[in-house]
């Protein structure tokens, strides 16, 4: 048996942080487990940062040249728009407002992503800043190139049932949030969210599941869209046997 449970990246921080703990649920380690296990001081503090962007992820990641986009914005005198111009109010010209205009090759190759989430239990909070900041420098690389789909996996077993947790963390043309994105590789979006989400769950158990690497089976009919140019599907972390790498070794870490 298989449950599917679809999210998108803010329906999944919402669900975390208001879900009723479950009637069988006599423990809640995403409140209680400590730093060096889920890299945040706290539930709330990883709330926060889900929520308002992990801007310190951009320090952590080095991520030294910022976004990378194939495009640029310009701002263009207007009647209407979302910026004061100033100084053709002040001159008394018409056009008092500013409108954007995103100037980028509209027509990229697709590129689908799809990223097991899961972190092994042995696996330490540093080790798994290592593995977020590749895969951060990865998808940050591969922007300026592609039109990207980023699609975070959850898949463990519950006694005998199979959970799988899709979070769409971006869609095709869509602006890459790198600060956000970032967050959903740290070991909290796992540890601290993905855990509240199960203690709210009739499935639960103490244990919190254990990671079903076979993912690819049930994502065909359940990632909706378009079908991409190209897609490159994640190994799970108990696939690996080293958490940092660059993007040119990509192939070594996916299906």
Not at 227 to 247: H, M, Q, V, W
């Amino acid at each position: 048996m298989a449950i599917i449970e679809n999210y998108t990246y803010r329906e999944f921080v919402e669900f975390a942080n208001n879900r009723q703990k479950h009637s069988e649920c006599n423990k809640e380690y995403s409140r209680s487990d400590d730093f060096n296990f889920t890299q945040t001081d706290s539930f709330e503090q990883a709330i926060e940062f889900a929520t308002t962007g992990w801007d310190l992820g951009l320090e952590q990641y080095k991520i030294e040249d910022g976004v990378l986009s194939s495009g640029t914005t310009h701002l263009n005198p207007s009647l209407a728009g979302c910026i004061p111009h100033v100084q053709n109010y002040i001159m008394g010209f018409p056009e008092q407002m500013y409108n954007l205009y995103d100037e980028r090759e509209y027509n990229l190759p697709t590129l689908d992503l799809v990223i097991q989430l899961n972190y092994p239990a042995n696996l330490k909070g540093s080790e798994t800043i290592e593995y977020g900041k590749s895969l951060v420098n990865y998808i940050n690389t591969m922007a300026s190139t592609r039109n990207i789909r980023l699609t975070g996996i959850f898949c463990a077993e519950f006694d005998e049932v199979n959970v799988m947790k899709i979070v769409k963390l971006k869609d095709f043309d869509s602006p890459l949030v790198l600060n956000n994105i970032a967050f959903a590789f740290h070991p909290s979006f796992f540890r601290r969210l993905q855990f509240s989400i199960c203690e709210g769950k009739s499935y639960w158990e103490s244990v919190y599941g254990l990671s079903v690497d076979d993912y690819r089976q049930y994502l065909d009919k359940n990632i909706d869209g378009i079908k991409a140019d190209e897609t490159k599907y994640f190994k799970g972390l108990r696939n690996i046997s080293e958490y940092s790498f660059t993007p040119d070794q990509v192939d070594e870490y996916t299906h």
